[in-house]
Structure formats: C-alpha cells, structure tokens
C-alpha cells in the first residue's frame, strides 16, 4: 500500500500528542535531558569529592611516612 501527499494521516496534526517528538527546550523542563541542573550539581559534588579524597590519601601517606 502506497501512501499520498494528501494523506492525513501524515501530517503533524493528526499526530497524536503522546506520539510527537518533543523539542529539546520541553525535554529541558521535563527534566528528559541529561545536562540539567541536578545532574550538574551531582557531577560537580563527585569531582569535589574525589579531590578531597586524593587529598586525603596525599595527607595520610605523608602522615604515615613522617
């Protein structure tokens, strides 16, 4: 079966909403996208945290060695 241009059911509007594709701003809001605000501060929190851990090691092995 072949469709036409003039086929309805091809065009954006008769597509139902759940089916649309969303844009990159909705997915933004949704939180869909994952460079949000939440998922920064997680990413920022885990190379604080692994800094503070190779200082620490750093600290101890100087302690011990001393």
């Known amino acids: 079966m072949t469709s036409s241009l003039d086929d309805?059911?091809?065009?954006?509007?008769?597509?139902?909403?759940?089916?649309?594709?969303?844009?990159?701003?909705?997915?933004l809001a949704r939180g869909r996208v994952e460079q949000t605000p939440?998922?920064?501060?997680?990413?920022?929190?885990?190379?604080?945290?692994?800094?503070?851990l190779v200082v620490l090691v750093i600290v101890v092995v100087a302690y011990v060695i001393a």
């Open 38 to 52: 939440v998922t920064m501060i997680n990413w920022v929190a885990v190379v604080i945290g692994a800094f503070v």
């Open 8 to 27: 309805p059911g091809t065009d954006e509007e008769s597509v139902l909403p759940a089916e649309r594709s969303r844009g990159s701003e909705e997915e």
